[in-house]
């Protein structure tokens, strides 16, 4: 290879794959060190070639790696030396530093020149050439991607195989739908059009890079937006979705502007722009579904084609009751629970879907349950704790601290009534405060452990270590939660309970 057949080939590999010049000078020089290397008689040694930018003319240098004299790293006399030896070589040469010298020309260029750089030198450019082109270009392909992430992105089919479908994106691009990410038992065949939404970005150096979905609830967004152009200018705005890929999916969507209808405005004139999705989701049912700040309603509207009878909140287990007629259940619930499903993933809400008799026999089961709590906790006749579950009291808590205008608005109340249920309530909830604190009070014998403070032995208690002996059986990491501890002084506490199981140890073999 004459030094101007270097700047060509250069010149051309850059042209036709648009890679940096750099990039291939890199590769020509990796590739003439590499073939020096194998046709030198030292083996192991190391090679940097350098080839001038200008006239293609190279040099080859032999590195070695500085150590400190006193180092015990090294393994490769051949490619390391130590701080002795290298200052011969360089008198600036620092550990951890590359010293190097000029290969004798025999062993450089007289070796690699046209004449003698041969069969198995040239096999070794085209090899490192082709690897460093192939990861350019990689690199070319996440830099103008990895921005693009959670777009809509259109492409030809290029194959399909079992794994998934590749998609042709235009230049060196190429886009991946595994199986997974596929629209069940839809076909595709190569050279067809399809879109999928871009969903990650990976810089790896063989494989798939641009990972891409057809199932996922993003899909179905990005293509109300592109059908729906009241989405782009932000009259419409869409709060989610929820899909079954293929079979059947809701979206929810509210208006900015009182004088549009967002639901009316998705389906479009003759159900035109619905229809337009549902066509390239292989035929998906979409349901729209109208938002609605209120939970309660925004799941009313949700279960929809399914009429709700009456619904019940429960926010401290974030979730819902819904109650329909018994011949709408089926309807109701769904296909396996497709309708239901659905509905919970759009709202974020769990829900109990049930026929109305249901409703009335588990609230009446609810109702009996406070009352007789009532009754007990309160010391009160069935009359008293009747009217506090009709007035809508579930629970002690509410009784002790909700004004007392709300207790007095109850015709059947009066003051004498309204101040002995509260204090009777709040004496109720001293007392359970009281018991559990003592409850939680830590042993002597924990509290006497070396590194033990008042506040740390209370946390532990807290949490269910009373004593030595439950410290003794806890790990490391079952202590790392508590506030102030870290690993080394849970392992230190942890030792210091368990020093009697030693002692008792040592003892039994004396």
């Known amino acids: 290879m004459m030094n101007k057949d270097i700047l060509n080939v250069v010149e051309v590999v850059s042209n036709e794959k648009?890679?940096?010049?750099?990039?291939?000078?890199?590769?020509?020089?990796?590739?003439?060190?590499?073939?020096?290397?194998?046709?030198?008689?030292?083996?192991?040694?190391?090679?940097?070639?350098?080839?001038?930018?200008?006239?293609?003319?190279?040099?080859?240098?032999?590195q070695w790696k500085v150590f400190a004299d006193e180092s015990?790293?090294?393994?490769?006399?051949?490619?390391e030396l130590r701080m002795i030896d290298a200052l011969d070589i360089n008198p600036d040469a620092q550990p951890g530093d590359f010293v190097e010298e000029p290969m004798?020309?025999?062993?450089?260029?007289?070796?690699t020149s046209s004449a003698e750089f041969g069969r198995i030198a040239a096999q070794t450019a085209k090899q490192v050439?082709?690897?460093?082109?192939?990861?350019?270009?990689?690199?070319q392909v996440v830099e103008a991607f990895q921005d693009r992430v959670g777009e809509l992105i259109n492409g030809s089919v290029k194959r399909v195989d079992r794994k998934g479908i590749y998609i042709d994106l235009g230049g060196t691009a190429e886009g991946f739908i595994s199986r997974e990410q596929m629209i069940p038992r839809e076909a595709a065949r190569p050279n067809d059009r399809i879109k999928a939404l871009l969903y990650e970005v990976r810089s790896e150096l063989r494989g798939p890079q641009l990972f891409m979905t057809r199932n996922s609830p993003e899909f179905l967004i990005e293509l109300f937006k592109i059908e729906v152009p009241e989405v782009g200018q932000d009259l419409i705005e869409i709060r989610g979705a929820a899909r079954d890929p293929g079979l059947r999916a809701k979206i929810a969507v509210k208006s900015n502007d009182?004088?549009?209808?967002?639901?009316?405005?998705?389906?479009?004139?003759?159900?035109?722009?619905?229809?337009?999705?549902?066509?390239?989701?292989?035929?998906?049912?979409?349901?729209?579904i109208l938002a609605d700040d209120e939970p309660a309603q925004f799941v009313i509207n949700a279960m929809s084609p399914a009429e709700v009878t009456s619904i019940v909140?429960?926010?401290?287990?974030?979730?819902?009751?819904?109650?329909?007629?018994?011949?709408?259940?089926?309807?109701?619930?769904?296909?396996?629970?497709?309708?239901?499903?659905?509905?919970?993933?759009?709202?974020?809400?769990?829900?109990?879907?049930?026929?109305?008799?249901?409703?009335d026999a588990k609230g009446e089961q609810e109702a009996k349950t406070i009352l007789d709590s009532f009754k007990e906790a309160l010391d009160v006749d069935e009359e008293v704790a009747l009217i506090l579950v009709q007035e809508g009291f579930t629970s002690i808590e509410e009784l002790a601290y909700v004004p007392e205008s709300e207790l007095l608005a109850i015709e059947e109340f009066d003051e004498t009534i309204v101040a002995e249920l509260r204090n009777r309530a709040r004496d109720l909830l001293l007392t359970r405060a009281i018991v559990s604190e003592e409850a939680a009070e830590p042993a002597e014998d924990l509290l006497s452990l070396e590194g033990m403070t008042p506040e740390l032995a209370a946390e532990l208690a807290k949490k269910g270590i009373k004593d030595r002996e439950e410290l003794a059986e806890q790990a490391v990491d079952d202590l790392l939660e508590i506030a102030g501890l870290d690993e080394e002084s849970a392992g230190k506490l942890i030792m210091a309970a368990r020093a009697h199981w030693f002692e008792e140890e040592e003892a039994q073999e004396l």
């Open 72 to 79: 015990t790293e090294l393994e490769t006399p051949e490619c």
């Open 18 to 62: 648009g890679v940096e010049k750099e990039i291939i000078f890199e590769a020509m020089e990796a590739a003439l060190a590499s073939a020096i290397r194998r046709r030198n008689d030292e083996e192991g040694i190391d090679v940097r070639v350098e080839i001038d930018r200008t006239n293609g003319d190279y040099r080859a240098f032999r």
């Open 313 to 359: 909140v429960d926010e401290d287990k974030h979730s819902m009751d819904i109650a329909v007629e018994e011949d709408k259940l089926s309807q109701a619930i769904g296909r396996g629970g497709q309708n239901i499903r659905l509905a919970s993933e759009l709202t974020g809400w769990a829900l109990n879907v049930m026929t109305e008799a249901d409703a």
């Open 258 to 288: 009182k004088r549009i209808d967002p639901v009316g405005a998705c389906v479009g004139m003759r159900g035109s722009r619905v229809q337009a999705v549902s066509n390239e989701l292989a035929g998906e049912r979409v349901d729209i």
């Open 104 to 111: 004798p020309e025999e062993d450089s260029n007289s070796e």
């Open 129 to 139: 050439i082709v690897q460093k082109v192939r990861e350019a270009e990689r690199a």
